[in-house]
């Protein structure tokens, strides 16, 4: 998209482009009740701009069928809003992500030294797949794991949402460590 904005020459691909709107926060009620506001705010404005398509969640059945759909058209996950709540900013207990995640092991070849709050403890774990790919951890531990991390030759499960291009997990957080491994399977 920045590319795509950027240009000087405006492409046709600029026809493409949109604003999602997808709530009226500032709006009272429920998420059904703001839509209805985004939706009236909405009549007779640009073509570039259209409201999200929301369904109403028919269980856990179809949260999972709708999850693989948007995960096919390389979509991250869903978002799942209790129906009456108002809007809240940040994280709430009305709100859901939920999204798939894999995991596998890699071994750990270096800690990075924490800043800010994690001052004087792991701020990252070096990390390589047995692939070769090397890369970094730094969420998803707690702070007993942050005081006293794995150490240089540990193998570790990570969970991620996907691999990039170039074979990297994104987005990679700990999970555990995996004394049953054996280092050497990395070398």
Known sequence: LMSITRRQDRPSTWQKVKFVVFDAHQAPGGICERLQVARGALQGG?????????????????????????????GEGLMLRHPTAPHRAG?????????????????VTGHEAGKGKHSGRLGALNCRLKTGHTFKVGTG?????????????????????????????RFPAFSRVRPDLLASDFS
């Open 141 to 169: 531990f707690s702070d007993a794991e942050r005081a006293s991390p794995p150490s240089v030759g540990s193998v570790i499960t990570i969970k991620f949402f996907e691999l990039t291009q170039a074979g990297v997990p």
């Open 91 to 107: 994280r709430s207990a009305e709100l859901l992500k939920v999204k798939s995640a894999q995991d596998c092991e890699a071994i």
């Open 46 to 74: 640009a073509s570039c701009v259209e409201l999200l398509k929301h369904d109403t969640c028919r269980g856990v059945e179809h949260v999972r069928s709708r999850l693989k759909e948007v995960e096919a058209l390389k």
